[in-house]
């Protein structure tokens, strides 16, 4: 699966589960965008998706749009260059916070 093909597939309404403890968790999202060839999302450091991948960076991904579904499985990380987070933004049309504000890497990616 090409970084593209994803992009595209997460350019609508796409949900990602993470997990705490045991227990999974899903949330829908929207948008991601390519930087130097890595694919990503934003959010806030204060949101406890956060908090979930920093303590267990395995996630899944499913999306549905006009062009079908795509599932994958992915291991995500916090980016830590602020100017690569920024620039995440940019590219997904979403405002950056100094404070809060930073990029996740989806890594290992493979179908679901």
């Not at 965008?33 to 890595?38: L, S, W, Y």
């Not at 806030?44 to 303590?55: G, V």
Request: with cysteine; net charge negative.
């Amino acid at each position: 699966m090409e970084n593209s093909e994803i992009v595209d597939a997460l350019s609508g309404v796409w949900y990602l589960a993470t997990t705490e403890d045991d227990q999974p968790h899903v949330r829908p999202l929207d948008k991601a965008a390519e930087v130097n060839g890595k694919v990503y999302f934003g959010t806030s450091r204060t949101k406890k998706m956060f908090a979930q991948i920093e303590q267990s960076p395995k996630v899944e991904v499913f999306a549905m749009n006009e062009f079908g579904a795509c599932r994958f499985m992915a291991e995500a990380y916090p980016e830590e260059d602020e100017e690569v987070s920024k620039e995440a933004f940019e590219k997904m049309g979403k405002p950056f916070d100094d404070n809060s504000s930073v990029a996740i890497r989806f890594e290992r990616i493979r179908k679901a």
